[in-house]
T-cell receptor, first 115, second 113 residues
Framework: DAGVTQSPTHLIKTRGQHVTLRCSPISGHKSVSWYQQVLGQGPQFIFQYYEKEERGRGNFPDRFSARQFPNYSSELNVNALLLGDSALYLC??????????????FGAGSRLTVL | AQTVTQSQPEMSVQEAETVTLSCTYDTSESNYYLFWYKQPPSRQMILVIRQEAYKQQNATENRFSVNFQKAAKSFSLKISDSQLGDTAMYFCAFMKGAQKLVFGQGTRLTINP
């Protein structure tokens, strides 16, 4: 079975631009979460979606938005990019309910560089 | 709000040695989960071990075991017979229910040949 897949793996943007990051969860997983990992730090929670509904939101500005599609894949959008948005963006999926709800499987991440 | 603290930014041991990574956390919750994740240079976050707070028995996974002290809010990871492939960043993390993971700052572990 394929794991959590993220695209693109690397991208470079300039300040003020917009970026869309994509995530496909493990087959059967209904919940997707997004994390931002700045170099040298632990990941910070951005969003969690379950069954296409937002279940949680971290302390990030409104420039960050996300959605989950009927096939449970997800997009993270960031508008008006700032230099400080440069980070590794991690997507994780879980079953979303039952015993497996708290076991997150992570993708390899999308490395965003803002110049 | 929950916080997770890893007080050892870096550690280095020889292959086959045993190493213990420290983690403390702060929460007012009684039911929660604690995790250790490994992040090698490939960047992918890999689950090493998971502990449910209501279970008194310490979790073990092959060469990896934890020392969970609920009253002290301490959750250390012991790696026995360390291998070169254990070289990675290790993150301690907290979760209440099926909500967000709260990560510590990480410990960079190097296993030397």
């Amino acid at each position: 079975d394929a794991g959590v897949t993220q695209s693109p793996t690397h991208l470079i943007k300039t300040r003020g631009q917009h970026v869309t990051l994509r995530c496909s969860p493990i087959s059967g997983h209904k919940s997707v979460s997004w994390y931002q990992q700045v170099l040298g730090q632990g990941p910070q929670f951005i969003f969690q979606y379950y069954e296409k509904e937002e279940r949680g939101r971290g302390n990030f500005p409104d420039r960050f938005s996300a959605r989950q599609f009927p096939n449970y894949s997800s997009e993270l959008n960031v508008n008006a990019l700032l230099l400080g948005d440069s980070a590794l963006y991690l997507c994780a999926s879980t079953l979303g309910e039952g015993a497996g709800a708290n076991v997150l499987t992570f993708g390899a991440g999308s490395r965003l560089t803002v110049l | 709000a929950q916080t997770v603290t890893q007080s050892q930014p870096e550690m280095s041991v020889q292959e086959a040695e045993t190493v213990t990574l420290s983690c403390t956390y702060d929460t007012s919750e009684s039911n929660y989960y604690l995790f250790w994740y490994k992040q090698p240079p490939s960047r992918q976050m890999i689950l090493v071990i998971r502990q449910e707070a209501y279970k008194q028995q310490n979790a073990t996974e092959n060469r990896f075991s934890v020392n969970f002290q609920k009253a002290a809010k301490s959750f250390s990871l012991k790696i026995s017979d360390s291998q070169l492939g254990d070289t990675a960043m290790y993150f301690c993390a907290f979760m209440k229910g099926a909500q967000k993971l709260v990560f510590g700052q990480g410990t960079r572990l190097t296993i030397n040949p």
